[in-house]
């Protein structure tokens, strides 16, 4: 982390992937959109009552996310509860805990959208320790659209983040940047794409 920021204080070109810093060439996926595009595909399967999985400001990514999922919800006219907002990893190291951090609300939504697959995976495990069926009961959605082999036996419905186009978009940027002193770069989005699997079901 200290390497990285001496580099970021430096002249040297930097291109920096998922992550917005001031004043530098930036390529991210549209986490604000990909998020409200999956809240909407949950309410037009009927639910209503619609959490968030993910520790607000662990990650630039997770936050982004999360305004995703307020904006879909103001804009459809759901219903907004604090505790609807559960944490997933620890903030200061990023490490993810379900286990411990994850405590699932009292007045249960039916549907979990999470910051990541890997975060899904392990909240539909919790769910079930809990007695709970997915999607029978109670559906859940990831982001990236990227988990290790075996870690969920159920597919998981998600954003697709495009990296292959983000890493061309980086290395384009960082080329023009190399290559042209009034090129300013700024920020780059790249859009992505709902993957519909197994884990969401009618209400």
């Not at 990285?4 to 996926?29: K, Y």
């Not at 411990?100 to 009292?106: A, D, E, R, S, V």
Request: negative net charge; charged residues 25%.
């Amino acid at each position: 982390a200290e390497e990285v920021q001496e580099l970021l204080l430096s002249d040297i070109p930097v291109v920096t992937i998922d992550h917005i810093c001031d004043g530098r060439i930036s390529v991210v996926s549209n986490n604000i959109q990909g998020m409200e595009e999956l809240v909407t595909y949950i309410y037009k399967k009927g639910h209503r009552k619609i959490a968030y999985v993910g520790t607000l400001l662990a990650t630039e990514s997770i936050t982004d996310r999360y305004f995703g999922y307020q904006k879909a919800l103001l804009e459809l006219g759901l219903e907004q509860k604090k505790e609807w907002v559960l944490d997933d990893r620890h903030i200061e190291t990023g490490k993810i805990d379900t286990v411990n951090m994850l405590q699932l609300p009292k007045d249960m939504p039916t549907a979990f959208v999470c910051n990541c697959d890997l975060t899904a995976s392990l909240l539909i495990k919790k769910l079930r320790e809990n007695g709970y069926r997915v999607p029978e009961d109670i559906s859940v959605v990831g982001f990236d659209n990227y988990l290790y082999p075996g870690l969920s036996d159920i597919r998981i419905t998600t954003y697709e983040v495009d990296m292959g186009e983000m890493a061309r978009r980086a290395i384009h940027n960082m080329i023009k940047k190399i290559t042209s002193d009034n090129f300013k770069g700024g920020v780059t989005v790249v859009e992505g794409r709902l993957v519909l699997k197994d884990s969401v079901s009618h209400v």
